[in-house]
Nanobody
Framework: VQLQASGGGLVQAGGSLRLSCAGSGRTFSSYAMGWFRQAPGKEREFVAAISWNGRSTDYADSVKGRFTISRDNAKNTVYLQMNSLKPEDTADYYC??????????????????WGKGTLVTVSS
């Protein structure tokens, strides 16, 4: 599975962005998908995950109530809607795929495939 993230950019605090991650391959719909982020000088951290069928989602505490992950398997795409953005949300955002389910996406070593990052910058 090859993943391509897009949608990053510069936004003011309180604003919104929607990230997209397009996947290739006929097996995309069988993977749990997730988003991680990495701020300058910090470790990559889990943000959100969604099961292969979209019925189960989970979020880091820092984004709960503000971010929403969704997927469209017909389009081989997963989304991250980010609302009420804060300067501390500034980071490179990476999409990820895991064959072993949502639980595998809580840590980096559970990821099978990574996309390249897309930069989100939130100004104060």
């Amino acid at each position: 599975v090859q993943l391509q993230a897009s949608g990053g950019g510069l936004v003011q605090a309180g604003g919104s962005l929607r990230l997209s991650c397009a996947g290739s391959g006929r097996t995309f719909s069988s993977y749990a998908m997730g988003w991680f982020r990495q701020a300058p000088g910090k470790e990559r951290e889990f943000v959100a995950a969604i099961s292969w069928n979209g019925r189960s989602t989970d979020y880091a505490d820092s984004v709960k109530g503000r971010f929403t992950i969704s997927r469209d398997n017909a389009k081989n795409t997963v989304y991250l809607q980010m609302n009420s953005l804060k300067p501390e949300d500034t980071a490179d955002y990476y999409c990820a795929a895991a064959a072993r389910g949502v639980g595998s996406l809580y840590r980096q070593n559970g990821v099978d495939y990574w996309g390249k990052g897309t930069l989100v910058t939130v100004s104060s």
